[in-house]
């Protein structure tokens, strides 16, 4: 599922990198998502230059990178999701590992990797492994990792809402409110393009604001998540008093 605004020159890549994957049981739906570019136009010539691949084009008025997801998500036919930004790539063995960890695995819902980070820089970024508690915190991964449709419906979708950016991040922490697992594939099979200008640069600059809007969004977890780690230096501070106590009495008390 690649949304597309304003993305048009980047576009054939991302598709391509999807037409060049060792699995091929795959359907692609681009968005364009109101782009003010001939990205239309390009999706409709991809589309005509594979005619023996499943490759769609919808459109709508500009409603933002969190809705274009939710539409496409809700066009495509798949079990399993993989968001993509038309700016990004996959490497060519990504839906091959992260569906067979799926099939493998059905305890796990989401499978992620790490990410290959091209453009202005080049360099490989590890992931961390799943962890809830670190999820809180910062956001463990991308938007690019495939997941099952169910997390979809049971999250709800993507939050319109988050318009400026952590769309992602809110996704994964509602998932994983609702118990869903994610496993890290420990390669980097998504490649991440980095420019000087970005929804990711832009939602940097209002971090502060996006996080308090996340916080708000969950905070049961977060209250539960602030007893936990103030809870952890209290105890260890009693445990200490405890050993010092008991070190400095004297003998025989």
Same mark, same amino acid.
């Given at each position: 599922?690649?949304?597309?605004?304003?993305?048009?020159?980047?576009?054939?890549?991302? @598709?391509?990198? @999807?037409?060049?994957?060792?699995?091929?049981?795959?359907?692609?739906?681009?968005?364009?998502?109101?782009?003010?570019?001939?990205?239309?136009? @390009?999706?409709?010539?991809?589309?005509?230059?594979?005619?023996?691949?499943?490759?769609?084009? &919808?459109?709508?008025?500009?409603?933002?990178?969190?809705?274009?997801?939710?539409?496409?998500?809700?066009?495509?036919?798949?079990?399993?999701?993989?968001?993509?930004?038309?700016?990004?790539?996959?490497?060519?063995?990504?839906?091959?590992?992260?569906?067979?960890?799926?099939?493998?695995?059905?305890?796990?819902?989401?499978?992620?990797?790490?990410?290959?980070?091209?453009?202005?820089?080049?360099?490989?970024?590890?992931?961390?492994?799943?962890?809830?508690?670190?999820?809180?915190?910062?956001?463990?991964?991308?938007?690019?990792?495939?997941?099952?449709?169910?997390?979809?419906?049971?999250?709800?979708?993507?939050?319109?809402?988050?318009?400026?950016?952590?769309?992602?991040?809110?996704?994964?922490?509602?998932?994983?409110?609702?118990?869903?697992?994610?496993?890290?594939?420990?390669?980097?099979?998504?490649?991440?393009?980095?420019?000087?200008?970005?929804?990711?640069?832009?939602?940097?600059?209002?971090?502060?604001?996006?996080?308090?809007? &996340?916080?708000?969004?969950?905070?049961?977890?977060?209250?539960?998540?602030?007893?936990?780690?103030?809870?952890?230096?209290?105890?260890?501070?009693?445990?200490?008093?405890?050993?010092?106590?008991?070190?400095?009495?004297?003998?025989?008390?």
């Amino acid at each position: 599922m690649i949304p597309c605004y304003d993305q048009a020159e980047y576009l054939a890549e991302a @598709v391509e990198s @999807v037409v060049g994957q060792t699995y091929v049981d795959w359907e692609i739906v681009i968005v364009d998502d109101g782009s003010p570019d001939d990205a239309a136009v @390009v999706a409709d010539g991809l589309s005509a230059a594979h005619p023996d691949r499943r490759i769609r084009l &919808i459109r709508q008025a500009n409603a933002g990178l969190a809705a274009a997801r939710n539409a496409g998500i809700a066009a495509s036919s798949g079990r399993y999701i993989l968001p993509l930004d038309a700016d990004d790539l996959l490497m060519k063995e990504m839906l091959e590992k992260t569906v067979r960890l799926l099939d493998a695995e059905p305890g796990v819902a989401i499978a992620y990797t790490d990410q290959r980070q091209f453009g202005a820089v080049s360099r490989i970024v590890k992931t961390a492994e799943w962890d809830t508690d670190l999820q809180r915190r910062r956001n463990l991964f991308a938007a690019t990792a495939l997941f099952r449709r169910e997390v979809w419906y049971a999250v709800g979708g993507y939050d319109p809402a988050m318009r400026d950016g952590y769309e992602d991040w809110d996704f994964w922490l509602a998932a994983a409110e609702r118990g869903f697992v994610g496993r890290r594939i420990p390669e980097a099979l998504f490649g991440y393009r980095i420019k000087a200008s970005s929804m990711h640069v832009t939602a940097r600059a209002g971090h502060r604001d996006l996080v308090e809007q &996340i916080r708000a969004k969950h905070p049961e977890w977060y209250a539960s998540s602030w007893r936990r780690w103030w809870r952890w230096p209290i105890r260890a501070w009693r445990r200490l008093r405890h050993v010092i106590g008991t070190a400095l009495r004297p003998a025989g008390r």
